[in-house]
């Protein structure tokens, strides 16, 4: 299967203004690429690449006073099957755990796991550790938030999602990665795209979207809280300890986001772009840092 998956961000700057942005596929998904995944701008502005400490693939720029864009659009290859199951995969003993997933046991800024802790061992503690107990953190998650975009709130953090029960498709996540963290299971939080591929119309508006994976049985495992089932076509774009360390778009000054579109479409299936900015979608995962 080849998927054309992309977005288009459109901005005006009051100055110009320093960014760092997280668009462009994960690098573990580079080899599947058909063709250079480069960011595209308009104005034509430089843009450094580098990675960040989790392996990220990041663009710095400098976007200039005015109205500016910036978007990527690719074509990937996929194998078009859903996220894959192993309902087998044990839990590890914290002390045979790799080093590198010890960090994602710790609370982070969105994921306040030692303050969730004792709900997560009250709720869960009981079931047999593993693929079924995530599941079922999963099932929680899934049936006590009420999505919505109006719910959107970028301070939220997963005690905020528990107590509140509403929130948007990183709100799902904090709050399971959260309880899986106080349950002594590495998760960590995931951005990109999420296909409608194989699901039924009508199809919502394209966005980007937010899960999680979880280190069981010696590997990391995609899991969903959001939409809770194996879904065709996901691309990850970036990975870290919770939305702070992700943000797909990282502003140093005052902006506002004019327009904002995202797909991810099968190649033989594809229809024409839409020229203009759809109907109400969830904002991006951005950050805005002011300057003096």
Known sequence: MRIRLGCELSYAFPDPTPMIVMLNVHPSRVPALEGDDALRTEPPVLVETYRDSFGNLCGRLVAPAGNFTIGTDVVIRDG??????????????????????????????????????????????????????????????????????????RDRTAMDAYAGGRGVCRDFAHLAV????????????????????????????????????????????????????????????????????VPLTHTFGPNALVGFRVWADEVAALAALPDALPGAVEPPQTMTTRTA
């Open 178 to 245: 959260a309880f899986c963290r106080a349950l002594n299971v590495p998760t960590r939080y995931c951005t990109g795209y999420v296909s409608f591929i194989g699901e039924p119309e009508p199809h919502a508006t394209g966005d980007f979207a937010a899960w999680m994976e979880v280190f069981l049985g010696g590997r990391w495992h995609v899991f969903d809280p959001r939409n809770n089932q194996p879904r065709i076509g996901r691309v990850m774009v970036a990975f870290g300890r919770d939305a702070a360390d």
């Open 80 to 153: 078009g099957l859903p996220d894959p199951g192993e309902p087998e995969a044990e839990q590890h003993a914290i002390e045979a755990l790799p080093a590198e997933t010890l960090l994602y046991l710790l609370p982070s800024r969105y994921c306040e796991s030692d303050l969730l802790s004792n709900e997560a061992w009250r709720l869960f503690g009981h079931l047999t550790p593993g693929w079924s107990r995530v599941q079922a953190v999963c099932d929680f998650v899934h049936a006590h938030v009420t999505f919505g975009y109006a719910f959107s709130h």
